[in-house]
């Protein structure tokens, strides 16, 4: 009888969650419209420095997913300066301000083979699929500051329930690990 080729353990899934840094003010000079609001300078340094401290706590994509609004392309950006070169960026409209939570999991889920994810977007949609995916449902009082981010580790993905909350930190902790 032949011996059982033994497939390699399949890793867990491991989604990180991010909201978008400090931006200019709607209506404050730089632009009018929401969708072309850029990080204010100050905005750019501490998203820097939050992207040193992920990169102290082990943080390690393959791929990093974002909104198509300026500000959330700029965090993106900003965070995969900080990684080693050739981790792709992608940008979809399910990750726009009022996009459901599903739309972000059947993209994601179309890239099975990635499966250590960086979503940047916008509150309070972030905090709300947070919640659901940890399975604390829509009540729950989480809250992303600008720039903060958690982990958030599955068994398999598309989940089938609730995935273990690692950590959910706010960028002025992140920003000290640097």
Request: hydrophobic share 40%; proline share 10%; charged share 25%.
């Amino acid at each position: 009888m032949a011996a059982k080729e033994s497939l390699p353990p399949k890793r867990d899934y491991e989604l990180y969650i991010m909201r978008h840094g400090p931006a200019a003010v709607r209506g404050s000079g730089s632009t009018d419209e929401d969708s072309k609001r850029p990080l204010i300078p100050e905005g750019k340094q501490k998203v820097q420095k939050i992207a040193e401290g992920l990169l102290k706590l082990g943080f390690d994509v393959d791929w990093i997913v974002a909104s198509p609004l300026v500000r959330a392309v700029e965090t993106a950006e900003i965070v995969a300066d900080a990684l080693p070169p050739g981790v792709p960026t992608d940008f979809s409209d399910a990750l726009k301000p009022g996009a459901a939570p599903e739309a972000l999991i059947a993209f994601l889920a179309r890239q099975p083979a990635r499966r250590r994810v960086l979503v940047v977007g916008h509150e309070p949609d972030l905090s709300e699929m947070a919640a659901r995916l940890v399975g604390a449902g829509r009540n729950a009082n989480f809250s992303f500051k600008k720039g903060g981010c958690c982990r958030i580790r599955f068994s398999e993905f598309p989940p089938k329930g609730p995935g273990e909350l690692v950590w959910w930190l706010t960028p002025r902790v992140m920003r000290k690990l640097a």
